[in-house]
């Protein structure tokens, strides 16, 4: 599963980090396997079974909660999420920006 993860590198505009890469895939990967699978939990295939991990252990435990929610509500990829996530963010603070230049 790391081929994938790191094949997969290049469909993310703006790039993200490998790490939380990863950890949206195996949330992701958890969602759509369990769909009652807590949110921060990841699912990971391996030889033998299925194994569970805990996921957003670093510094932003809110991109493995918020994005695969968004790419199931409104039927997105994983790296379409990310850029509707990334560039909501930049406008909506530049639209806050002009608003608060003009008052």
């Known amino acids: 599963m790391t081929e994938i993860a ?17 950890d949206l895939e195996l949330a992701m990967a958890a969602q759509n396997h369990n769909s ?16 569970y991990r805990a996921l ?12 695969p929610k968004l790419a199931s509500l409104f039927h997105l990829s994983l790296s379409g ?3 509707l996530w990334f560039f909501a963010i930049l406008f909506l603070s530049l639209a806050i920006g002009i608003y608060g230049m003009i008052m």
Do not use: E, K, N
Not at 6 to 22: A, G, H, K, N, V
Not at 36 to 51: C, K, N, Y
Not at 56 to 67: E, I, N, R, S, V
């Open 81 to 83: 999420a990310w850029t």
């Open 56 to 67: 957003g252990a670093t510094d932003d435990a809110g991109l493995p909660y918020l994005l």
């Open 6 to 22: 790191l094949d997969s590198l290049t469909t993310f505009f703006p790039r993200l980090m490998p790490s939380r890469q990863w």
């Open 36 to 51: 009652s699978a807590p949110p921060l939990v990841g699912v990971l295939q391996t030889d033998s079974s299925i194994a």
